[in-house]
């Protein structure tokens, strides 16, 4: 029988690397025969020192390791290779006549996973190894997901836009957002181990804290309650801000384990309220007073439209649409290849950048600016304002129906004011119907010939030569009182409850309409609810309206 060489491999580079040591040729010859033609890369060491150079340079997946070699011997092997961090991670089976407990129990200690003793039975020697090769890679396998989770998870705690604590049993943080650390001044090592009372628990408006028998989040870690409520947080510099914030409890089983704490900064919120009651209450005062607060509520109203629509389009957008694109970014690199797949995951990638612009629109149509006209669809600025409202729609179980006609000319439009408008009248249509319903939007063009002229204010404003692009907007709801119909243009006209609108809505979609060069006709429908058609010039070829 031919001995195999002192250094051997087989098959090529990739597979599961197996390192044969043992100063016996014989029994080397049975262990490579046994595991040749296995798929594995079987290397060859007559002796410890050779295992070791081996070991360092190859790190093979598993060890067969003798005991018993002259020079250094096997438990010294197995003690340098599991001390080295380069060859820690191989997997080591003893092989020995040495059948004594006390020697499979210093093997084991040293960092065996299991022992064989001599004489072998060659199958039994492929059984073990396979196992353990398993294992291993299950191993790694896991490893690398837990990698991955922990990765993705932090991404998703470092995009959360909303401040965020992770609270033991005792109320003491175990976790803490990089949001949460901006928001508070509070560093992470500050923060970890703390009690959430000693350093950001609600308060008053005065700084100090509430009694543990009445704070929320006293009350989630004691009773397990969900608590979603406006409060004060304190700083690390011992200013107080305020908060809307969300306690909810950690539970394994019927055991409460901790909570999460999550929070955002609604001091512009409460700036905006704040300046919406003083403006009211200027309103008594004088003519100037009133012009000047008419314009300050003008611009209260766009807020409180973007405040009302962004809590909702903030919570249930933004935070998973993070999520989303982390998700998005991890596939790309398990589909690389796959064309198909690779042409989904961008259409998502897409789709999501498109909700991320819309959110950065909320914030860029609360500030006020300019009339900017510029040529645009009338179409997409429908399309894009039920995206804005599609919270509310949701939540007041209502159906939106766009007709939107194809081929629409062209308008002269500032795309803000025109977002603005259509908010306006479909909040108006969703108030309307408290018990659910169908909000119906259509768009068409006509000429002037072949359009319904509404009173005296299309006559003038519309030629016979011109083209005439028409939306409607219809809803099921409760309709206008006749009395009331005249009168739903004039400012602070409001039919709704106090305290619910300003009145100043339909007499700011007015004002719209007006810069544009529109008209606005408001009525009943004979089948119930309220019909608004609205008509625009088209823009002509020579950019001429």
Same mark, same amino acid.
């Given at each position: 029988m031919t001995s195999p060489p002192i250094f051997a491999e087989t098959p090529a580079e990739g597979s599961e690397c197996v390192l044969l040591v043992d100063d016996n040729p014989a029994n080397l010859q049975v262990l490579f025969q046994s595991l040749d033609g296995r798929g594995l890369r079987l290397l060859i060491a007559k002796s410890g020192e050779d295992a070791l150079d081996i070991a360092r340079r190859k790190a093979p997946a598993l060890i067969l390791l003798d005991i018993m070699m002259p020079g250094i011997d096997g438990f010294e092997v197995c003690?340098?290779?599991?001390?080295?961090?380069?060859t820690r991670d191989s997997a080591i089976?003893?092989? &020995?006549?040495?059948?004594d407990t006390q020697s499979k129990v210093r093997g084991l200690a040293l960092g065996a996973v299991d022992y064989v003793a001599k004489p072998f039975q060659p199958e039994e020697v492929l059984a073990r190894v396979e196992t353990h090769l398993k294992i291993r890679r299950l191993e790694q396998a896991l490893a690398r997901r837990n990698r991955e989770l922990e990765t993705a998870n932090q991404r998703i705690l470092e995009a959360l836009g909303d401040g965020l604590y992770g609270l033991d049993a005792e109320g003491r943080i175990t976790l803490v957002n990089p949001?949460?650390?901006?928001?508070t001044g509070w560093s992470e090592a500050e923060l970890l181990g703390r009690s959430l009372r000693s350093v950001a628990q609600p308060c008053r408006a005065d700084g100090t804290p509430y009694p543990d028998a009445i704070s929320h989040v006293h009350r989630t870690l004691s009773t397990g309650d969900v608590y979603r409520v406006e409060d004060v947080f304190r700083g690390k510099s011992g200013q107080s801000f305020p908060v809307e914030y969300t306690c909810t409890p950690i539970r394994q089983g019927e055991e409460r384990l901790g909570a999460v704490v999550v929070f955002k900064d609604i001091s512009e919120r409460k700036r905006a309220e704040r300046e919406l009651t003083e403006a009211h209450e200027a309103l008594v005062v004088s003519h100037e007073a009133l012009k000047q607060a008419q314009q300050q509520l003008i611009q209260a109203a766009k807020l409180e439209s973007v405040g009302r629509l962004a809590a909702g389009v903030a919570h249930e957008v933004k935070n998973p649409l993070a999520i989303i694109q982390l998700g998005v970014d991890f596939l790309g690199g398990s589909l690389e290849g796959d064309e198909t797949g690779q042409s989904v995951l961008k259409d998502m990638d897409d789709a999501v950048r498109r909700a991320d612009t819309v959110i950065k629109g909320l914030l860029h149509f609360s500030r006020e600016k300019p009339p900017d006209m510029q040529p645009g669809d009338l179409n997409r600025c429908v399309e894009d304002?039920? &995206?804005? !409202?599609?919270?509310?729609l949701t939540q007041h179980d209502i159906t939106p129906v766009p007709e939107l006609a194809d081929g629409l000319p062209a308008l002269d439009l500032d795309r803000d004011k025109m977002h603005q408008l259509f908010i306006n009248l479909f909040m108006n249509a969703i108030q309307a119907m408290d018990n659910g319903g169908v909000l119906t939007v259509k768009t068409r063009c006509r000429s002037v010939a072949e359009a319904d002229m509404e009173g005296a204010d299309d006559a003038q404003m519309f030629t016979s030569d011109e083209e005439v692009v028409f939306c409607e907007v219809v809803d099921t709801g409760t309709g206008i009182a006749e009395s009331? !119909?005249?009168k739903v243009f004039d400012p602070f006209f409001t039919t709704k409850p106090v305290g619910q609108g300003t009145g100043l809505g339909l007499s700011v979609t007015q004002d719209i309409i007006g810069l544009h060069r529109g008209t606005i006709h408001i009525g009943n429908r004979e089948a119930g609810g309220v019909r608004v058609s609205l008509k625009f010039k088209a823009r002509r070829e020579d950019g001429s309206r």
């Amino acid at each position: 029988m031919t001995s195999p060489p002192i250094f051997a491999e087989t098959p090529a580079e990739g597979s599961e690397c197996v390192l044969l040591v043992d100063d016996n040729p014989a029994n080397l010859q049975v262990l490579f025969q046994s595991l040749d033609g296995r798929g594995l890369r079987l290397l060859i060491a007559k002796s410890g020192e050779d295992a070791l150079d081996i070991a360092r340079r190859k790190a093979p997946a598993l060890i067969l390791l003798d005991i018993m070699m002259p020079g250094i011997d096997g438990f010294e092997v197995c003690r340098r290779l599991k001390g080295d961090p380069a060859t820690r991670d191989s997997a080591i089976i003893f092989l &020995s006549a040495l059948g004594d407990t006390q020697s499979k129990v210093r093997g084991l200690a040293l960092g065996a996973v299991d022992y064989v003793a001599k004489p072998f039975q060659p199958e039994e020697v492929l059984a073990r190894v396979e196992t353990h090769l398993k294992i291993r890679r299950l191993e790694q396998a896991l490893a690398r997901r837990n990698r991955e989770l922990e990765t993705a998870n932090q991404r998703i705690l470092e995009a959360l836009g909303d401040g965020l604590y992770g609270l033991d049993a005792e109320g003491r943080i175990t976790l803490v957002n990089p949001a949460a650390t901006r928001m508070t001044g509070w560093s992470e090592a500050e923060l970890l181990g703390r009690s959430l009372r000693s350093v950001a628990q609600p308060c008053r408006a005065d700084g100090t804290p509430y009694p543990d028998a009445i704070s929320h989040v006293h009350r989630t870690l004691s009773t397990g309650d969900v608590y979603r409520v406006e409060d004060v947080f304190r700083g690390k510099s011992g200013q107080s801000f305020p908060v809307e914030y969300t306690c909810t409890p950690i539970r394994q089983g019927e055991e409460r384990l901790g909570a999460v704490v999550v929070f955002k900064d609604i001091s512009e919120r409460k700036r905006a309220e704040r300046e919406l009651t003083e403006a009211h209450e200027a309103l008594v005062v004088s003519h100037e007073a009133l012009k000047q607060a008419q314009q300050q509520l003008i611009q209260a109203a766009k807020l409180e439209s973007v405040g009302r629509l962004a809590a909702g389009v903030a919570h249930e957008v933004k935070n998973p649409l993070a999520i989303i694109q982390l998700g998005v970014d991890f596939l790309g690199g398990s589909l690389e290849g796959d064309e198909t797949g690779q042409s989904v995951l961008k259409d998502m990638d897409d789709a999501v950048r498109r909700a991320d612009t819309v959110i950065k629109g909320l914030l860029h149509f609360s500030r006020e600016k300019p009339p900017d006209m510029q040529p645009g669809d009338l179409n997409r600025c429908v399309e894009d304002a039920l &995206s804005l !409202v599609r919270h509310e729609l949701t939540q007041h179980d209502i159906t939106p129906v766009p007709e939107l006609a194809d081929g629409l000319p062209a308008l002269d439009l500032d795309r803000d004011k025109m977002h603005q408008l259509f908010i306006n009248l479909f909040m108006n249509a969703i108030q309307a119907m408290d018990n659910g319903g169908v909000l119906t939007v259509k768009t068409r063009c006509r000429s002037v010939a072949e359009a319904d002229m509404e009173g005296a204010d299309d006559a003038q404003m519309f030629t016979s030569d011109e083209e005439v692009v028409f939306c409607e907007v219809v809803d099921t709801g409760t309709g206008i009182a006749e009395s009331k !119909v005249d009168k739903v243009f004039d400012p602070f006209f409001t039919t709704k409850p106090v305290g619910q609108g300003t009145g100043l809505g339909l007499s700011v979609t007015q004002d719209i309409i007006g810069l544009h060069r529109g008209t606005i006709h408001i009525g009943n429908r004979e089948a119930g609810g309220v019909r608004v058609s609205l008509k625009f010039k088209a823009r002509r070829e020579d950019g001429s309206r």
